[in-house]
């Protein structure tokens, strides 16, 4: 079975600022898939960044990176330069073993302040 | 980038009528596709995966009779809610992947208000 925890209910973050969302998985799958999605107001779930178990890199797509931490199994996200836009819901994801099925997380709400 | 659609969005009904919600994926195919249902401020939790030309799979506790799946092409999968009850109230949300196996593109979701 495969577990998202994500322990971080809500958090804060100025304007321009850098925050980081927690997020720890379980698997005992060897190959799977890390996901972030951000859902505001409006429900829609937007995806933001991927990553797979065997990438050596840690995954980035703009403003948004993945901080993947096999060893720990962690997969935080970070988002630099924070935007008013950028607040909403962030759900941490996880697909394995070689099947699309996703699980996500509690969600954390990110509220940015002005 | 890939592009997944719910139609309605919105559905406001009485109780006892059953309600059918629409998953299309408008630029690519999707052998898969994805049901979830979505509590206020809760996660999203799976309902069932829709397989094109099969029968759908349905999760723990999920009620196959209540929430019939139908996946007619590999781009267009429909959930039916039966008889709907005020319980049934949530937002749901299809999902679907274009195969490469990495990244799941959602629906914007269909909000159900059964009265």
């Known amino acids: 079975a495969q577990k998202i925890t994500q322990t971080q209910p809500g958090m804060f973050v100025q304007e321009k600022e850098a925050v980081t969302l927690d997020c720890t998985y379980d698997?005992?799958?060897?190959?799977?898939?890390l996901f972030w999605y951000k859902q505001p107001s409006s429900g829609e779930m937007i995806f933001l960044i991927y990553?797979?178990?065997?990438?050596?890199q840690n995954a980035t797509e703009g403003r948004y990176s993945l901080n993947f931490q096999k060893a720990r199994k962690s997969a935080n996200l970070v988002i630099s330069a924070s935007q008013l836009g950028d607040s909403a819901m962030y759900f941490c994801?996880?697909?394995?073993?070689?099947?699309?099925?996703?699980?996500f997380g509690t969600g954390t709400k990110l509220q940015v302040i002005p | 980038g890939a592009v997944v659609s719910q139609h309605p969005s919105w559905v406001i009904c009485k109780s006892g009528t059953s309600v059918k919600i629409e998953c299309r994926s408008l630029?690519?195919?999707?052998?898969?596709m994805f049901w979830y249902r979505q509590f206020p401020k809760q996660s999203l939790m799976l309902m069932a995966t829709?397989?094109?030309?099969?029968?759908?799979?349905?999760e723990q506790g999920v009620e196959k009779d209540k929430f019939l799946i139908n996946h007619a092409s590999l781009t267009l999968s429909t959930l039916t809610v039966t008889s709907a009850h005020p319980e049934d109230s949530s937002f749901y949300i299809c999902?679907?992947?274009?195969?490469?196996?990495?990244?799941?593109?959602f629906g914007p979701g269909t909000r159900l208000l059964v009265l």
């Open positions: 999902s679907a992947s274009p195969g490469n196996g990495e990244t799941q593109y």
């Open positions: 698997t005992s799958d060897p190959s799977y898939g």
């Open positions: 990553q797979g178990s065997y990438d050596q």
């Open positions: 994801a996880m697909s394995s073993g070689g099947y699309q099925k996703v699980t």
């Open positions: 630029d690519f195919q999707a052998t898969t």
């Open positions: 829709s397989n094109e030309g099969s029968k759908a799979t349905y």
